[in-house]
């Protein structure tokens, strides 16, 4: 990560920062919750051998389960007595003798002293159960009613104030107009504001205006670019097909542009998954309802001669029901492949019950009419196969014969006919009594707007998981998402609108024992950019960045080390406004990713990703220095700004990167940063300032001043690239 602006010019541009952050302690109320404390214990130390798995289920006891924790024992002797540790067996089993406490030496899951006194506090409590919180029905209790009604902008506030004043906690100020207007642009199209925009939106009187400029910025076409970003790292799509052979998927980017296009018109959550999961089972299906069942066809492809094509089969299929179980159940649905969940309601023979709905498709590449452009979907085939559980999750060992089924444990299915299909399957996941994909689906929403999901693990909202923060919140939100039609925008606006989203991300003394991660809201989250965003950035606030929507993917330049790798000899570097392109468009070949996205953290696509990781390494900052397109947008910033003779450039220069005024300290700095490269730049001849530029460093003039002028404002451009602040959402 870039230094801050006075380290930067101290090092004249090349040093290197490293970040330390504090994390805290989880915050705990004083009365022991059995979601929250008890069933993880249960499942950490003893579903192996009572959970629900029953191949290696022993007594026939289930502790995963109601009826086993607090049901009569085979020793007839009550499992658990509310309020009477000393009567409940399972209990006493934990403090017996040697020979008969639980669980067993050799099982090497022997209970603490202090986790066998959290059980011991639970049963004196009362031993409160319920089942686990995702799975329960919504429950979208209203607000409570909150003091500082001044605060509020809408409904989310309430919910945030009435935790926040339980635990004797202020809100933060609002974020000043600057920041403000800065956090919307990257929040919902990922670019910064132009130094016009802000000074429109902090001018701006109008009672209403920060509700129209948030709505014009969901009307932006750039709003489905970003957004469906985001989506494509949880359809893991790729440009190539990875494992050894990678090859090349030249009409993939048909998938994409249907996301985005279904994003910009806010195509309801319900409608946007079913067109996915079976969009080629609805009734006079289109050619744009086939293109989204490529989200099935994102996933690798082992295409080298020799290699076993039932089992690429096979490993496809349960990548395909692992994905959807991932992306809108927000489980872990994969760990039941070989073996039922350890850890969640979910059986081995389930699994293959939702692998069978996906057991008779087919690849499908379909003409678009346009050349020989093709879509990649999927189709029902002709001849119907039967599904086994596959013992061990081997499909050489078939097992018992299953039909298609989703898991009851979350609510009823009940398909069309007596031949349930994958269109059953699509509309049991959006059905209102479906707890899950709401909630799922809100939780990644807010992450992407604060930081962190309201449950932190994004991708795990099952037992293994954590649990929300705000849970009435949450399911408010959820329900919120329904009732409106499933409409993503109106979620996003809803979420922008609050007080809670305007707050100020500067960091307080008062909450860093407290809440140090910020888990209860009491301001707002700063952090860096995805990766693409990193490279939108340079290319906007340069004037380089090709604002075309759609289309095949391009090829910005690389390194002449990269390309005569094997895999990208056929690497041909695009050419005008194309090399220009936002990140999205970079054509992504799985074997060897783009260097440059990479190095930012996004995700190697073999697998669906909720959350991207947030590195912070000196690689960062040498890639902002010497990455082709950074240093391109360097050029191209000095070469065409608009040219004064006078030093007023300078904060326009940083107003234009970092959408506010340089405080006198830092334009002070930046000044002596600029007289001094032009004093020293006086002195090399103009060859040696095209070797410090860039062959393709360019000339507004022929005359030597200009040149060594535009050289001097090239490196104050380099310098305010690698700024941590530019490519930072406050």
Not at 656 to 682: G, I, K, M
Request: aromatic share 10%.
């Amino acid at each position: 990560m870039p230094y801050p602006l006075n380290h930067w010019l101290a090092t004249v541009g090349f040093g290197l920062a490293f970040c330390i952050l504090a994390s805290g302690n989880r915050l705990r109320a004083e009365e022991v919750d059995f979601v929250r404390d008890i069933r993880p214990l249960l499942a950490q130390k003893c579903f192996t051998c009572h959970g629900p798995d029953e191949g290696t289920r022993e007594s026939g006891l289930r502790l995963d389960l109601a009826d086993g924790l607090f049901g009569e024992l085979e020793s007839g002797a009550q499992g658990i007595v509310p309020s009477d540790p000393q009567q409940s067996e399972l209990y006493q089993r934990l403090v017996a003798d040697e020979d008969l406490r639980m669980p067993p030496l050799d099982s090497g899951q022997r209970l603490t002293s202090d986790q066998i006194g959290l059980i011991r506090r639970w049963i004196e409590q009362g031993a409160s159960y319920r089942s686990h919180w995702s799975f329960e029905p919504l429950d979208p209790t209203p607000p409570a009613e909150v003091e500082a009604e001044d605060w509020v902008e809408n409904q989310v506030d309430r919910f945030v104030l009435a935790k926040l004043a339980r635990e004797g906690i202020a809100v933060s100020p609002a974020a000043p107009p600057q920041t403000l207007v800065r956090r919307l642009y990257f929040d919902l199209i990922g670019l910064p504001p132009t130094a016009e925009q802000v000074d429109a939106f902090v001018a701006d009187r109008d009672p209403n205006a920060y509700e129209q400029w948030v709505d014009r910025l969901l009307a932006s076409p750039a709003f489905g670019e970003h957004w469906a970003r985001r989506w494509l790292d949880l359809a893991r799509y790729a440009d190539s097909d990875g494992d050894l052979g990678d090859k090349l998927r030249p009409n993939a980017f048909g998938y994409r542009d249907w996301v985005i296009q279904a994003i910009n018109a806010d195509m309801p959550f319900d409608q946007f998954t079913i067109e996915q999961i079976a969009g080629d089972l609805l009734p006079q299906a289109t050619l744009a309802q086939k293109t989204a069942t490529g989200f099935h066809r994102n996933g690798l492809k082992n295409t080298e001669a020799g290699s076993d094509q039932e089992l690429d089969r096979v490993v496809r299929t349960v990548d395909r029901i692992s994905t959807v179980g991932s992306v809108w159940l927000g489980l872990t649905v994969g760990c039941a492949e070989c073996h039922s969940h350890k850890f969640d309601p979910l059986s081995h023979r389930q699994f293959f019950q939702m692998y069978a709905f996906f057991d008779n498709v087919e690849d499908v590449d379909l003409k678009t009419g346009h050349g020989k452009v093709t879509v990649a979907t999927i189709a029902e085939t002709k001849q119907r196969r039967e599904t086994f559980v596959h013992l061990r999750g081997d499909f050489r060992q078939p097992g018992e014969k299953v039909r298609p089924a989703a898991p009851e444990f979350l609510h009823a299915f009940e398909p069309r006919s007596g031949k349930p299909d994958r269109l059953d399957f699509a509309y049991w996941l959006v059905d209102g009594d479906n707890p899950l994909t709401a909630r799922t689906t809100v939780n990644r929403y807010w992450m992407h707007l604060f930081g962190r999901g309201l449950v932190d693990t994004v991708d795990n909202l099952g037992v293994s998981g954590e649990a929300p923060t705000h849970p009435r919140l949450l399911d408010w939100l959820a329900q919120e998402l329904m009732r409106q039609g499933w409409s993503r925008k109106r979620l996003i606006k809803l979420i922008v609108m609050s007080a809670t989203y305007r707050q100020s991300s500067q960091p307080r003394a008062d909450l860093v024992d407290r809440d140090p991660q910020n888990r209860l809201l009491a301001r707002q989250a700063r952090f860096r950019l995805d990766a693409e965003g990193v490279r939108d950035v340079a290319l906007r606030t340069s004037g380089l960045l090709d604002h075309r929507i759609g289309g095949p993917s391009v090829r910005p330049a690389l390194s002449a080390d990269i390309t005569a790798y094997s895999r990208n000899r056929d690497w041909v570097v695009s050419e005008g406004g194309d090399r220009y392109r936002r990140g999205m468009y970079i054509l992504y070949r799985r074997a060897t990713p783009y260097p440059m996205l990479q190095i930012f953290d996004a995700p190697d696509t073999t697998a669906s990703c909720a959350r991207r990781d947030r590195s912070n390494s000196p690689l960062q900052a040498l890639t902002l220095l010497n990455d082709p397109v950074f240093v391109e947008c360097a050029q191209h910033a000095a070469c065409y700004s608009d040219w004064q003779t006078d030093v007023d450039w300078i904060p326009q220069a940083f107003r234009r990167f970092l959408s506010r005024d340089p405080s006198a300290a830092e334009l002070a700095r930046l000044r002596v940063f600029y007289d001094h490269q032009r004093q020293t730049l006086a002195e090399f001849t103009e060859a040696q300032v095209r070797a410090l530029c860039g062959e393709s460093f360019a000339v507004a003039s022929a005359d030597q001043h200009d040149l060594r002028e535009q050289a001097a404002r090239y490196l104050i451009y380099r310098c305010l690239l690698n700024l941590d602040e530019t490519i930072t959402r406050e």
